[in-house]
């Protein structure tokens, strides 16, 4: 069990994240002109707000409203994060020169690249915390800071200031 979930769930969801992956790559990247490309990414957007909703609702039945709740907040912050993406996307296309045929093949490899190195980087990080003989947290403070810094004041007895 991984945060009180079974692995067949986390296989499970893991499996339907390569599938839409391999959908995009492989079915969604014959792209054609659309009539009315605005009208189209609207009613994207509003079916997946629509199944976000859902699932909120779904959330609060089976769960309640304080985890509902939690779950809207968690969406708000992912979405405005990822309108804040868009802007970066903009930026690295047109300082790199990247087309708008090229685009789709760059996001994609982007994706990927960023499953791989979280993977990566997570196993690393259990790693280090199996393999650690002091605290999580002196690991924690090792890794923040720059020399240990805010650990050298703590030993010393002082507070943080900034916290660790």
Known sequence: MIAGVSWVWWVGFHAVVAA?????????????????????????????????????????????????????????????????????FMVIFQGFRIGPDRQHKALLWGVGGAVVLRVLFIAAGITLLRRSTGSPGSLACFCCTRHGGWCAAARRGRPFRNGC
């Open 20 to 88: 839409l992956l391999a959908a995009d790559a492989l079915w969604l990247n014959q792209r054609r002109a659309l009539r009315h490309p605005q009208a189209f990414a609207w009613l994207g957007t509003a079916a997946v707000v629509l199944a976000a909703t859902g699932f909120a609702a779904w959330i609060a039945v089976v769960q309640g409203r304080q985890p509902a709740l939690e779950f809207v907040g968690g969406y708000a912050i992912e979405t405005s994060l990822s309108v804040d993406n868009l802007f970066v």
